[in-house]
């Protein structure tokens, strides 16, 4: 029998252990080594890593500051902690995996911390593109802007790298700790200017992952793509992208940020006040800022309640309304893929919504609307959830999406690829569900089997989703040999129906856009 003494024994223990680390992917950022971990199908991850300094104690509510590196190693082998929220997104999945008969259980709210500027990143290591810069996609999480985090179920990007791109999953503040607005404040827009600093740290660095720095994609669905509007008319994001894809968003361009620029700076005063228990907000910013995270996220939820949180004219991140931006050309050119979803409001409608409402709060507003004509146009539909479902569907999210797509035409020679999702998953509920808001994720980013049953027309779907997306990412036109997808024009409204049947088709709302003033 051959003995082996304790000490060899250790020895051989560390000696295993560093070749297992030596093994692992690497760059370096400065003098910091950034260590990841290989995954199965020749792709590389890179999770938890810092893009920006820790936002709190002085630097709540700051201009993002740049992350500095001062160590030799940093393991970016694990997700980090998701910004503060409470339990909305976990809601979400729970509800349409009970829909859809899935595991409700699959999805538990990840540890949260203020502490969260971190991204992820997904990294193709197939030989084949040894010679080959990565084209790189940066995706933008949802969630109202108070809720959701990079690592959903939904974003793993693994399944879309082995396809030969890089995928980033970023994290931004939510709710009051990203947009809060203090007459103390020199800036706002926190969220915006935390995604604007990851896009600056990606430019710098992803080549020593085989990144191209002037082959940048940003993609967002529902918040996210608010976002993305945002970075397309912000003059901070000049030169950080080249081509973008907007999933499922548009009020901003629905609704003005006229009307939330007072409403935030009210209850921005409302909440000051509360927190500090005295009647004004003034020369308080200190202590705020000194706040337990906690109870500030659960105060702010009391007091923004339904209202939300959006971003604001601060001439700084943005200096007019994205509308108006659109209206005068004044953005960023690029290349786009937008659109929206069959249904995406009809999971969402209560029950004592009614159409009248809905005429109600327009005139409210003081919008325009051709009542007689909307009244025709949903006369087919069965009952009133369906109705109401169309006509929100097309006016927060279809035909703002067109106005940006006729925007980008008529000031720039870029192309506009314009979709509607319309593929409604097998399910119990399915009718009550349709394809809903965030249905098309799961098929983007091929996740369906973690939390969702998927069927043959799924999988081909998905396939075939996949293959436009990347192909857009690598050199900006969605299509490969064969032209399917046609290139969106403002006269004929056009579209690319994705479905279990891929077909061109004139888009149902277009009256309705019509009849809304757009």
């Given at each position: 029998?051959?003995?082996?003494?304790?000490?060899?024994?250790?020895?051989?223990?560390?000696?295993?252990?560093?070749?297992?680390?030596?093994?692992?992917?690497?760059?370096?950022?400065?003098?910091?080594?950034?260590?990841?971990?290989?995954?199965?199908?020749?792709?590389?991850?890179?999770?938890?890593?810092?893009?920006?300094?820790?936002?709190?104690?002085?630097?709540?509510?700051?201009?993002?500051?740049?992350?500095?590196?001062?160590?030799?190693?940093?393991?970016?082998?694990?997700?980090?902690?998701?910004?503060?929220?409470?339990?909305?997104?976990?809601?979400?999945?729970?509800?349409?995996?009970?829909?859809?008969?899935?595991?409700?259980?699959?999805?538990?709210?990840?540890?949260?911390?203020?502490?969260?500027?971190?991204?992820?990143?997904?990294?193709?290591?197939?030989?084949?593109?040894?010679?080959?810069?990565?084209?790189?996609?940066?995706?933008?999480?949802?969630?109202?802007?108070?809720?959701?985090?990079?690592?959903?179920?939904?974003?793993?990007?693994?399944?879309?790298?082995?396809?030969?791109?890089?995928?980033?999953?970023?994290?931004?503040?939510?709710?009051?700790?990203?947009?809060?607005?203090?007459?103390?404040?020199?800036?706002?827009?926190?969220?915006?200017?935390?995604?604007?600093?990851?896009?600056?740290?990606?430019?710098?660095?992803?080549?020593?992952?085989?990144?191209?720095?002037?082959?940048?994609?940003?993609?967002?669905?529902?918040?996210?793509?608010?976002?993305?509007?945002?970075?397309?008319?912000?003059?901070?994001?000049?030169?950080?992208?080249?081509?973008?894809?907007?999933?499922?968003?548009?009020?901003?361009?629905?609704?003005?940020?006229?009307?939330?620029?007072?409403?935030?700076?009210?209850?921005?005063?409302?909440?000051?006040?509360?927190?500090?228990?005295?009647?004004?907000?003034?020369?308080?910013?200190?202590?705020?800022?000194?706040?337990?995270?906690?109870?500030?996220?659960?105060?702010?939820?009391?007091?923004?309640?339904?209202?939300?949180?959006?971003?604001?004219?601060?001439?700084?991140?943005?200096?007019?309304?994205?509308?108006?931006?659109?209206?005068?050309?004044?953005?960023n050119h690029v290349d786009l893929i937008i659109g929206s979803n069959k249904d995406e409001e009809l999971m969402y409608l209560e029950k004592d919504y009614f159409l009248i409402d809905f005429f109600n709060e327009r005139e409210s507003y003081g919008f325009y609307t051709d009542t007689d004509n909307?009244?025709?146009?949903?006369?087919?539909?069965?009952?009133?959830?369906?109705?109401?479902?169309?006509?929100?569907?097309?006016?927060?999210?279809?035909?703002?999406?067109?106005?940006?797509?006729?925007?980008?035409?008529?000031?720039?020679?870029?192309?506009?690829?314009?979709?509607?999702?319309?593929?409604?998953?097998?399910?119990?509920?399915?009718?009550?569900?349709?394809?809903?808001?965030?249905?098309?994720?799961?098929?983007?980013?091929?996740?369906?089997?973690?939390?969702?049953?998927?069927?043959?027309?799924?999988?081909?779907?998905?396939?075939?989703?996949?293959?436009?997306?990347?192909?857009?990412?690598?050199?900006?036109?969605?299509?490969?040999?064969?032209?399917?997808?046609?290139?969106?024009?403002?006269?004929?409204?056009?579209?690319?129906?994705?479905?279990?049947?891929?077909?061109?088709?004139?888009?149902?709302?277009?009256?309705?856009?019509?009849?809304?003033?757009?």
């Amino acid at each position: 029998m051959i003995r082996i003494s304790r000490s060899s024994l250790l020895m051989l223990v560390l000696i295993s252990l560093s070749n297992e680390i030596l093994s692992n992917p690497s760059f370096y950022i400065d003098n910091t080594k950034i260590i990841g971990t290989s995954l199965d199908n020749n792709v590389d991850a890179y999770l938890g890593v810092p893009f920006a300094q820790p936002p709190v104690n002085e630097l709540r509510w700051e201009k993002t500051q740049p992350k500095t590196f001062n160590q030799g190693e940093f393991f970016a082998t694990d997700f980090a902690p998701a910004c503060m929220q409470g339990p909305r997104i976990v809601n979400w999945y729970k509800g349409v995996a009970l829909g859809f008969g899935g595991d409700p259980n699959y999805i538990d709210l990840p540890d949260i911390s203020e502490d969260c500027l971190y991204l992820n990143m997904w990294v193709p290591n197939n030989p084949k593109y040894n010679d080959t810069k990565l084209p790189v996609l940066v995706y933008i999480h949802g969630g109202s802007n108070r809720a959701g985090w990079s690592f959903e179920p939904n974003y793993n990007g693994k399944k879309l790298a082995e396809k030969g791109i890089i995928v980033i999953s970023v994290a931004y503040r939510l709710g009051v700790f990203g947009f809060y607005s203090h007459p103390e404040l020199s800036v706002s827009n926190f969220a915006l200017l935390d995604v604007i600093e990851s896009l600056t740290w990606i430019k710098e660095n992803i080549s020593k992952v085989g990144g191209d720095p002037n082959n940048i994609t940003i993609s967002g669905e529902s918040a996210g793509a608010t976002i993305v509007e945002h970075l397309i008319v912000s003059p901070l994001s000049k030169n950080l992208f080249h081509r973008a894809i907007h999933q499922s968003a548009g009020w901003s361009i629905a609704d003005s940020e006229i009307f939330y620029d007072d409403e935030h700076i009210k209850l921005s005063n409302q909440l000051s006040i509360k927190l500090l228990n005295r009647s004004n907000n003034k020369n308080n910013l200190d202590e705020l800022k000194q706040i337990n995270a906690t109870k500030l996220l659960n105060k702010a939820e009391e007091v923004y309640g339904s209202t939300g949180y959006y971003s604001v004219l601060d001439g700084h991140t943005i200096i007019e309304p994205v509308r108006k931006s659109f209206e005068l050309g004044n953005f960023n050119h690029v290349d786009l893929i937008i659109g929206s979803n069959k249904d995406e409001e009809l999971m969402y409608l209560e029950k004592d919504y009614f159409l009248i409402d809905f005429f109600n709060e327009r005139e409210s507003y003081g919008f325009y609307t051709d009542t007689d004509n909307l009244n025709t146009l949903v006369m087919n539909f069965n009952n009133e959830k369906q109705k109401i479902n169309y006509l929100l569907t097309s006016r927060n999210y279809t035909c703002p999406s067109f106005f940006i797509a006729s925007s980008i035409k008529k000031h720039t020679n870029k192309n506009v690829w314009f979709y509607t999702f319309d593929k409604v998953r097998d399910g119990k509920k399915s009718s009550e569900m349709g394809a809903y808001h965030g249905a098309e994720l799961p098929y983007i980013f091929n996740t369906h089997d973690s939390w969702l049953p998927t069927s043959q027309d799924d999988i081909k779907l998905t396939n075939l989703i996949q293959s436009y997306w990347s192909n857009f990412i690598k050199k900006g036109n969605p299509n490969t040999k064969k032209n399917d997808w046609t290139i969106f024009k403002s006269e004929s409204f056009n579209v690319l129906s994705l479905d279990t049947q891929i077909q061109m088709k004139k888009s149902g709302s277009t009256r309705v856009c019509e009849a809304l003033n757009y």
